[in-house]
């Protein structure tokens, strides 16, 4: 089966081919305070145990500022009406359908589509998948980014119905994640609403570390061959962090590059440039900060949206939308 983008990288890029992809905001970041149980899960590596999850973004965000579901409605009309926004992302942290955050994020994906049009995109390891919110998910036309980050046990089998092991806490239930991504994955294959033949809404993402180049790529080769057959964008990110041997780092870099569809450096990239959180985008944190992208630490923020001025949040996102070739916060060494 030929490749397929995933959909929020076709529509920014006709947007720029129609030449409005500068002219507004066409992504509204809405990341959720950074609460994710996936950390409390083990793995073995090397017989030693090890968060599943190890090397992720990991730092607690919690405040008791948090923003209210009808102030976060308030923020996704002003940014539809104002500046043309296309896609909120749920993203940057944590697990969105973990479930002291489930309702309030179900309910921005719902609320953006059912009164704008707009879009989700969603980053999900696979926890709290259930059938609910699956069905919320396809009805809203949401794209989901499932991370394998987490899920190193994920492998090309997976789609032919592989039974993974279950295990009881800490340790991490593979059977469980399984079965949470294949519930979501049917679920979107059974779908009345389909995107366009060329698209899909369900995307992959893999890190790749030194065991893909120990094995000289099989294991992401087969998984990203199982995952193209079965409609799935596949995308191959570095590590947040550059590796310590610029050697090492340009060979994770060239193994990105060959394994991502259309070597694609991000599923949001246009013309190279990561749109999500350096270009044409803004984010407003779960406690209403106004920042550029959602990785960033709120001390860089530009003000509480919900304390600014108008006059001071057109100044604020002017600036955003003049400097579209802003460098990734997390991955510095890369836009």
Not at 67 to 92: K, P, S
Not at 190 to 195: A, G, K
Not at 227 to 233: E, L, P, S, T, V
């Amino acid at each position: 089966m030929a490749k397929k983008k995933i959909e929020i990288t076709k529509k920014l890029e006709d947007l720029a081919r129609e030449g409005t992809l500068d002219s507004g905001i066409a992504i509204l970041n809405l990341p959720s305070a950074n609460y994710c149980e996936k950390r409390a899960e083990r793995i073995y590596v090397g017989g030693k145990l090890q968060q599943s999850c190890f090397g992720c973004v990991t730092q607690g965000i919690k405040s008791e500022d948090y923003l209210g579901i009808r102030q976060i409605r308030d923020v996704i009309d002003f940014f539809a009406e104002q500046y043309g926004t296309r896609f909120i992302t749920i993203n940057g942290r944590g697990d969105p359908f973990n479930l002291s955050l489930k309702e309030d994020n179900l309910e921005k994906i719902r609320y953006a589509h059912e009164q704008h049009g707009i879009q989700a995109y969603v980053f999900t390891a696979g926890n709290n998948l259930d059938e609910i919110t699956c069905q919320t998910l396809v009805n809203s036309e949401a794209n989901i980014m499932i991370s394998l980050f987490g899920n190193w046990f994920i492998d090309a089998d997976f789609f032919s119905g592989k039974e993974y092991p279950t295990a009881p806490k800490p340790l991490q239930n593979q059977a469980e994640i399984a079965g949470n991504l294949r519930r979501l994955i049917r679920t979107y294959r059974e779908h009345q609403n389909q995107p366009e033949e060329e698209t899909t809404r369900i995307g992959m993402n893999y890190v790749v570390s030194w065991r893909d180049l120990s094995d000289g790529g099989a294991k992401v080769r087969a998984l990203k061959q199982e995952a193209n057959d079965n409609g799935i964008f596949f995308v191959v990110n570095t590590n947040f962090q550059k590796h310590p041997d610029d050697e090492t780092q340009r060979l994770f870099e060239q193994f990105a590059h060959e394994y991502s569809d259309f070597h694609l450096r991000h599923s949001t990239a246009v013309n190279g440039q990561c749109q999500m959180g350096a270009g044409s985008s803004a984010t407003i944190d779960f406690d209403g900060m106004l920042l550029r992208c959602p990785y960033m630490d709120t001390k860089e923020g530009d003000g509480r949206f919900q304390d600014l001025f108008p006059e001071r949040i057109k100044e604020v996102l002017g600036r955003y939308m003049r400097d579209r070739s802003y460098p990734c916060v997390m991955r510095k060494h890369q836009k």
